[in-house]
């Protein structure tokens, strides 16, 4: 990724900063939405894990939203 934040190694300086992280995990957790509601076979496995996977990517989008809210409305300076 070429933005400024992406360069960077530690996440949590990327969290609400980077427009294209927080694309990508908005996009990851719809599919994985999509993928679960859609899924009808008959191995549980399967679905759990396909739920487990939306709620990592649907936690990660969520701590980018909070993080991108925090910095535009409590902080002073703009990240």
């Known amino acids: 990724m070429s933005c400024q934040f992406c360069q960077k190694a ?6 609400g900063r980077c427009q294209q ?3 990508l995990a908005n996009l ?29 990517f649907a936690l990660l989008s969520l701590a980018h939203w909070l993080m991108f809210c925090y910095y535009r409305w409590f902080t002073s300076e703009p990240p």
């Open 28 to 56: 990851g957790w719809l599919v994985m939405l999509l993928l679960s509601v859609m899924y009808s076979g008959k191995v549980a496995v399967y679905q759990l894990s396909l739920w487990l996977a939306f709620a990592a």
């Open 10 to 15: 530690w996440f949590v300086e990327k969290l």
């Open 21 to 23: 992280c927080m694309l």
